[in-house]
């Protein structure tokens, strides 16, 4: 890590603290390895939105998700048309929900439209649900 910093230190620009940020990021989280566009834009939307980082690609309840929130039990699934475009894709994805929903997950299904159009909506959307169950948690124990 300090190797890396040392090439870029004393040069113009913003590099040495994005390099240090990233380079934190991946202390802190390990590496991220988002699946598609799609995860890689959700990310981007959710860190520019100041919310926590989710695991991408993580297990719950026996399915893996898109993203998830464990300890708040907050699930993000990303609707991209190329994967969701025939009746048994929303089956599956309807059943998802369900299931998940029972197991106790907050279920949050978002469209790439939602991502591109409504950032701004999503943001307040999860970060309403992470409150909401913080909130709960923290009333039962």
């Known amino acids: 890590m300090e190797l890396a910093l040392a090439r870029v230190k004393g040069r113009h620009g913003q590099g040495h603290r994005r390099l240090r940020d990233a380079l934190d990021a991946h202390a802190k989280h390990g590496a991220v390895l988002v699946r598609s566009w799609l995860e890689e834009r959700f990310l981007d939307l959710v860190l520019d939105a100041g919310l926590p980082r989710p695991r991408l690609n993580a297990p719950a309840a026996g399915f893996e998700v898109d993203a998830l929130w464990p300890d708040e039990r907050v699930v993000v699934e ?11 894709a929303a089956a599956r994805d309807r059943d998802k929900t369900n299931l ?3 197991a106790g997950y907050m279920v949050l299904r ?4 939602d991502l591109v159009r409504q950032p701004d909506d999503v943001a307040t959307a999860i970060r309403a649900a992470l409150a909401q169950s913080t909130s709960t948690v923290s009333s039962c124990e």
């Open 78 to 88: 990303l609707d991209g048309w190329t994967d969701h475009k025939e009746r048994a």
């Open 100 to 102: 998940l929903q029972v």
């Open 110 to 113: 978002f469209l790439h439209g």
